[in-house]
């Protein structure tokens, strides 16, 4: 499966944003998708994770009330809408697949990233 995130940009603090991954090549219900995020001279880090029908949600802590993620099997797209955003939520973020579950390390396909920056 190829994913491709997009929807970034430059917004204030305190501002909204939603990003959009979509799939191809597959089917998205096949996979556990998550968003990561790598900020500059960082990890990269997990921020949320979706399952395949999308009952069940995983949240880092520094993004749970701010951030909620969501899927459309439909139409292989997965979501990640950023509210009350902060100056440190500034990073390329991006989408990844897993055949197995949650767990950072188990996220096999990945997007190319999207740029998401905050201004102060």
């Known amino acids: 499966v190829q994913l491709q995130a997009y929807g970034g940009g430059l917004v204030q603090a305190g501002g909204s944003l939603r990003l959009s991954c979509a799939a191809s090549g597959g089917s998205l219900s096949r996979y556990v998708m998550g968003w990561f995020r790598q900020a500059p001279g960082k990890e990269r880090e997990f921020v949320l994770g979706?399952?395949?029908?999308?009952?069940?949600?995983s949240y880092a802590d520094s993004v749970k009330g701010r951030f909620s993620i969501a899927r459309d099997n439909a139409v292989n797209t997965v979501y990640l809408q950023m509210n009350s955003l902060k100056p440190e939520d500034t990073a390329v973020y991006y989408c990844a697949a897993s055949i197995q579950g949650f767990d950072p390390s188990e996220y096999r396909y990945w997007g190319q990233g999207t740029q998401v920056t905050v201004s102060s």
């Open positions: 979706i399952s395949r029908a999308g009952g069940s949600t």
